[in-house]
């Protein structure tokens, strides 16, 4: 393959290539042939993977990660095409090496699922809602075993304590009923273990991990990472570890591939990518991701990089952090929550389970309050309850001066311009029906029916253009935007109305890190523009560090930590806020990036 600047440590990584690795990819081109054109998704790329080594795969949406895994196993979709290439796969050190890309359909029907494991990236969408997860995973275990049913479920229970879903020293009845539950029983964590317990069920020598650890808490992504490298050492498993933060590829992997618009740019060790980074788009990569060690202004961005001159990072001395929170602290409270409970009635009302027990806090007008916790602790009850979503069982919510704790849904009406919240996933709450001009314009035709449509259509502009989207792409809907696209799109939307006080709601948490980069920084410049006050949630502490003012620490319902960012990630109290900070993947320290 010819050199190019866009391509660094190739040469190096081939040569130092044993005679037989587990899979060799040579050359691998996938195309998309469309009306006009044939879009290149992956170009040219080679790599190696050697026996009980970790590949990882790194690279933002759109980059070739999952297409050249997917091609890997014959799983692409019409239109997609494999142009060029072989993929070398030989599971015996012995024995004869397989170009998995020409491989006849019965023979890659023995190697998926036997040799080659994937966990995917989606992993509810990989399950059958309407089977248990004992059916399910009989089917993952290799058939040609024979195995019996009693022998069968025995396997199963066996591979549920390897992903540590099982104890041991459970009882065998309570093993069983385990088997019986339905994906939806499980959280997200236990649906990858469950995931990974499939991949694992034939015991394969090849494992490919796309994505597997997404939008997952820091603790349990930990717990995660710990498990693939358990299962590497036990079974002597090669992995290929997909993933868009270059951080977790530090926790898990030996070599490195960054992947950029379809090529791989730099190749080489964990050790040589991260502390001598060669492109600019590894170093943004590593560049993106809020520091815990300084506090920065703005976040650099991969684009920053690819300029022709080299971004210069602001940072925010202690000096000038107090200054601001002495600020803040003579402002009045704008929002202010005393003694809230919430509880959700369960079988037929005869009991009910504590989702918010005993909270108290205030926020400040042009405060950025962080509220973080693992999923299940009770950070989305709280903020829905604070906009009146949901309906508190105790306590008192006040919005400015006026207690909206009883406030009739008429009442509310007025306030709902000034409290607006941005959702986890803008995909869903996106109507898929509706044009983007239409999706912003929507609050104003409800609360603003007076003005006209010609001063709807100039909000929308104004707003669309002020969050980076085009306001000639009006007319277009949200499934021909990205995601980092269509959560400026709700941005936008939550804006339309001027509001006082804005949740966001995990706003980020499934964005690339350095589209994550655009959008923080979107939130902050719009911060100081329009005088926002913030509730900003989110399972990542680096993050919720970089954007609040103090941090809320949320564990089982209630807040077991507060103050300042800083001082609460610098000097925690708590014992859980410790495991979080330490669940944080840091990377290496860099020398060059």
């Known amino acids: 393959m010819p050199e190019s600047p866009l391509f660094y440590g190739y040469s190096e990584l081939v040569c130092s290539a044993m005679s037989s690795p587990l899979l060799r990819v040579e050359a691998l081109t996938v195309d998309f042939p469309q009306a006009n054109q044939t879009l290149r ?24 990660k999952s297409v050249t895994c997917l091609a890997l196993l014959q799983l692409l979709l019409p239109p997609a095409q494999i142009s060029h290439g072989q993929a070398w796969f030989q599971p015996e050190p012995e024995g004869t090496a397989i170009d998995l890309l020409r491989c006849p359909p019965r023979q890659m029907q023995q190697i998926r699922g036997r040799q080659i494991g994937m966990v995917f990236q989606e992993p509810m969408s990989s399950l059958n809602p309407v089977y248990s997860i004992g059916f399910q995973l009989a089917e993952a275990i290799d ?33 069983k009923r385990f088997l019986g539950r339905y994906p939806h029983q499980l959280s997200g964590g236990q649906i990858q273990r469950l995931m990974i317990a499939m991949a ?62 379809g090529q791989i740019v730099e190749s080489g060790t964990v050790q040589q990518v991260f502390r001598h ?52 602290a003579s402002q009045p409270p704008l929002v202010r929550v005393e003694h809230l409970w919430v ?19 205030t926020i400040r007008t042009g405060e950025t309050l962080g509220l973080v916790g693992e999923s299940g602790c009770g950070k989305t009850t709280l903020a829905r ?15 400015g001066d006026r ?50 449509q010609r001063e709807h259509r100039e909000r929308v502009a104004y707003l669309l253009e002020r969050v980076g989207i085009d306001p000639q792409a009006q007319n277009r809907y949200p499934h021909e935007f990205s995601g980092g696209q269509r959560q400026r799109i709700c941005i936008a939307r939550a804006l339309a109305l001027n509001p006082e006080f804005v949740v966001c709601d995990e706003s980020v948490s499934a964005l690339d890190v350095s589209v994550q980069a655009q959008v923080l920084n979107l939130l902050k410049e719009l911060q100081r523009e329009f005088q926002l006050t913030y509730l900003f949630i989110s399972h990542d502490l680096s993050v919720v560090k970089f954007m609040s003012d103090r941090l809320m620490v949320m564990y089982n319902g209630e807040i077991v930590e507060m103050g300042e960012a800083e001082a609460v990630y610098q000097q925690p109290q708590h014992e859980y806020t410790r495991t979080l900070i330490a669940a944080i993947p840091r990377g290496l320290s860099l020398e060059a990036a």
């Open 143 to 175: 058939p040609q075993q024979r195995l019996s049913q009693g022998q069968c479920q025995q396997r199963a229970i066996a591979l549920l304590e390897q992903v540590h879903l099982l104890k041991p020293e459970d009882p065998l009845e309570e093993k």
């Open 277 to 328: 980074p060669q492109h600019p788009y590894t170093k943004g990569l590593l560049a993106c991701r809020p520091r815990l060690d300084q506090r920065l202004a703005i976040l650099p961005t991969v684009a920053d990089f690819l300029g022709d001159t080299p971004p210069r990072l602001e940072v925010i001395s202690p000096g000038q952090q107090q200054e601001r929170l002495g600020h803040l």
């Open 41 to 64: 998704a992956v170009d040219g790329i080679s790599f190696y993977l050697e026996r009980g080594q970790t590949l990882g795969l790194v690279g933002e949406s759109g980059s070739g």
């Open 385 to 399: 309850t604070l906009l009146r979503l949901l309906e508190p069982t105790q306590g008192q919510i006040f919005f």
């Open 403 to 452: 207690d909206i704790s009883h406030l009739s849904p008429r009442q509310l009406r007025p306030l709902r311009q000034r409290m607006q919240l941005i959702f986890q996933d803008p995909y869903s709450s996106l109507n898929p029906r509706m044009t983007i001009g239409e999706l912003v314009a929507e609050p104003l035709r409800i609360h603003r029916p007076q003005q006209s």
């Open 200 to 261: 694992m069920a034939a015991s394969p020598a090849l494992l490919i991990a796309d994505e597997p650890t997404t939008a997952l808490d820091v603790t349990v992504q930990a717990a995660i990472l710990r498990l693939l490298r358990e299962l590497q050492q036990q079974y002597h498993l090669s992995l290929i570890f997909v993933t868009h933060d270059l951080n977790l590829i530090a926790e898990l992997a030996d070599q490195v591939v960054v992947m950029y618009q």
């Open 343 to 361: 509880k959700y009635p369960i079988a037929g009302g005869q009991r009910s389970v504590t989702a918010l027990r005993d909270i108290s806090f």
